[in-house]
């Protein structure tokens, strides 16, 4: 007979860790510990449908209020308890059979969907005026597209103000022009490449030389700034369109497209915010169209090496099946962390 003992170890070390990480992160979520103990009874029964089944319920349910850091590290832990005793092929094969995934965090598109509106509603009764807009850049990507459709959802078209921010002449720019009519929204055009050169020549005047990392991150905070002078104007809010995928590994510009007053994405991946479009019925143009860096014409993915589905897998499963991708990702995380946490104050 084989001997559990180790097994029960690593379980009741997983449980133990669950307990301190979500009691300090978040307060002692009857339900998510509740899952989780039931999952821990179901690993010492052996039944590892079940063990899987509650333990998914316990990352569900944390996984809707809690930050991307404890949920990860959830996630990790339930995979090498998995590994740990030898389950992970067979408890696949079975979830398999029952047409069900580990691979991935079940996420309730609609029910989010609904939170979401919901959580925009009370964020401008409680923050803003009542005829405060919210103020969307919009760019015609899924990011965009899914915030200001949430935000007309939540408001009302006539609270929503797109803002198209061209640097230049925009290839792509009739899409965005299209997503603000399929919303019948308010818009408006400002094109930044004056603002951005001006800039550049009196960085060149002062005897810098201009490179790659400021001519990136430029034009975004000067996006940014130009949401918060038109929200200054209107009286609104300025909505950030941040997803979680792109924040992990710093896929963002601090001060610019990260910044913003309310943030609807941030804690969502690439894959949860395009099923969010697709409980929107959000045309598919809107949701993939494909994002492509200015400068030098890559796809996001082509410059970060590896394509959301991996990152969106490794995010919510801890799973990656390329050592040297796992480890870039971890790298790249540790990397751009100053982007997602608070700027760090002295405390006399």
């Known amino acids: 007979m084989r001997d559990y003992s180790e097994m029960y170890a ?3 070390d997983y449980l133990q860790l669950l307990r301190t990480t979500f009691g300090v992160m978040i307060g002692a979520d009857y339900k998510t510990m509740e899952a989780s103990l039931i999952a821990g009874m179901y690993y010492e029964r052996g039944d590892l449908l079940s063990a899987l ?3 998914l319920t316990a990352l569900r349910s944390c996984g809707q209020h809690t930050h991307p ?3 990860f590290c959830a996630n990790m832990i339930l995979q090498t308890v998995l590994y740990a005793i030898d389950a992970f092929t067979e408890a696949e094969k079975i979830m398999e059979l029952k047409g069900m995934t580990i691979n991935m965090f079940y996420f309730d598109a609609k029910q989010v969907k609904e939170q979401i509106i919901k959580w925009i509603a009370d ?6 005026s009542p005829a405060a807009k919210a103020v969307v850049g919009i760019s015609g990507g899924k990011d965009s597209s899914v915030v ?3 935000c007309a959802k939540a408001l009302g078209k006539s609270r929503v103000l797109g803002v198209l921010m061209p640097q230049g002449e925009q290839h792509d720019i009739d899409i965005a022009l299209e997503l603000c009519r399929v919303l019948d929204i308010e818009h408006i055009t400002i094109n930044i490449k004056d603002s951005v050169q001006a800039l550049y020549d009196k960085i060149t005047e ?3 030389v201009l490179n790659n990392a400021a001519a990136f991150n430029t034009p975004a905070r000067l996006r940014m700034a130009t949401l918060y002078a038109v929200s200054a104007i209107v009286g609104g809010r300025v909505a950030n369109t941040s997803n979680l995928s792109e924040d992990w590994v710093g896929y963002a510009t601090k001060f610019g497209d990260a910044s913003g007053d309310f943030s609807p994405l941030s804690n969502l991946t690439v894959t949860e ?3 969010i479009g697709r409980e929107l019925e959000l045309p598919a143009k809107f949701i993939e169209k494909v994002p492509i860096d200015g400068l030098c014409g890559k796809t996001d993915e082509d410059n970060l090496g590896f394509s959301y589905d991996v990152l969106d897998k490794y995010i919510r499963c801890g799973v990656c099946d390329d050592a040297a991708v796992k480890s870039r990702i971890d790298t790249l995380h540790k990397m751009n962390l100053h982007k997602m946490n608070p700027m760090p104050a002295f405390h006399a």
């Open 10 to 12: 690593i379980r009741d």
């Open 53 to 55: 089944y509650h333990a």
């Open 69 to 71: 850091e404890p949920l």
């Open 123 to 128: 964020y401008f009764q409680n923050n803003a």
């Open 148 to 150: 200001a459709a949430l």
């Open 206 to 208: 002062a005897g810098l």
């Open 273 to 275: 915010t395009k099923a």
